[in-house]
């Protein structure tokens, strides 16, 4: 239904700044949630940002005021930037789809992109 593909991620010193790309094979219009995650080693998953058709957006405690997410909706891009970044956003940022629109309803499946590394050292 949809393919993500993610970029922008590399080496960056504590303090600095990042913007990850998530690109769509598809209009992103009407897919209910585009969110990003990321899982550093030895931890679970977890959410950093969800952005809803609606407009509606979520963050993790431990990103906000630091990261913002948006959409370009004529590129089919979800971006994530992150400034301020700190050694503990070190991960893989890996980027979601949820409830993904279809021709006959609603796509409950998650898709995810490959993920992008994220590195935060000095």
């Known amino acids: 239904q949809v393919q993500l593909v993610e970029s922008g991620g590399g080496l960056v010193q504590p303090g600095g700044s990042l913007r990850l790309s998530c690109a769509a094979s598809r209009s992103i219009f009407s897919i209910r949630y585009m969110g990003w995650y990321r899982q550093a080693p030895g931890k679970q998953r977890e959410l950093v940002a969800r952005i809803t058709s609606g407009g509606t957006i979520n963050y993790a405690d431990s990103v906000k005021g630091r990261f913002t997410i948006s959409r370009d909706i004529a590129k089919n891009t979800v971006y994530l930037q992150m400034n301020n970044l700190k050694p503990e956003d070190t991960a893989v940022y890996l980027c979601?789809?949820?409830?993904?629109?279809?021709?006959?309803?609603?796509?409950?499946?998650?898709?995810w992109g490959q993920g992008t590394q994220v590195t935060v050292s000095s």
């Open positions: 979601n789809a949820d409830q993904v629109p279809t021709g006959r309803g609603t796509d409950l499946r998650d898709y």
